[in-house]
């Protein structure tokens, strides 16, 4: 049975940082980019960068470049999404997704297509 688990999130002030993990096991990394995803209330689930842990890319999406860094050690199963100068608008509850390499094309992915979820995180940035 796969399963994705993340953890460091939390109540920050604007400003500051949090460093999320994803750890899979029944799962092999590095046959998947992993993907950080974020949901505020009311919103749809949209991804904030992915890794492919084949060759390394990442990608971001263009509010949070330059602010968060996506990481991944194969060894360990486990990717990271390194959060700094937080702002209000990065609240909302993170999610990491597997998306089989097979059927990834690079960028940013679509949450329908993932392979597998895990429950959340939740990032709670105040002003």
């Known amino acids: 049975e796969v399963q994705l688990v993340e953890s460091g999130g939390g109540l920050v002030q604007a400003g500051g940082s949090l460093r999320l993990s994803c750890v899979g096991t029944?799962?092999?990394?590095?046959?998947?980019?992993i993907a950080w995803f974020r949901q505020a209330p009311g919103k749809e689930r949209r991804a904030v960068s992915c890794?492919?842990?084949?060759?390394?890319?990442?990608y971001y999406m263009y509010s949070v470049k330059d602010r968060f860094t996506i990481s991944g050690d194969n060894a360990k199963n486990t990717v990271y999404l390194q959060m700094d100068s937080l702002k209000p608008e990065d609240t909302g509850t993170y999610y990491c997704?597997?998306?089989?390499?097979?059927?990834?094309?690079?960028?940013?992915?679509?949450?329908?297509?993932?392979?597998?979820w895990g429950k959340g995180t939740p990032v709670t940035v105040t002003s």
């Open positions: 890794i492919n842990n084949s060759d390394g890319s990442v």
């Open positions: 029944g799962i092999t990394f590095a046959e998947y980019a």
């Open positions: 997704g597997a998306l089989d390499l097979v059927v990834y094309y690079g960028g940013l992915p679509h949450q329908w297509g993932m392979n597998y």
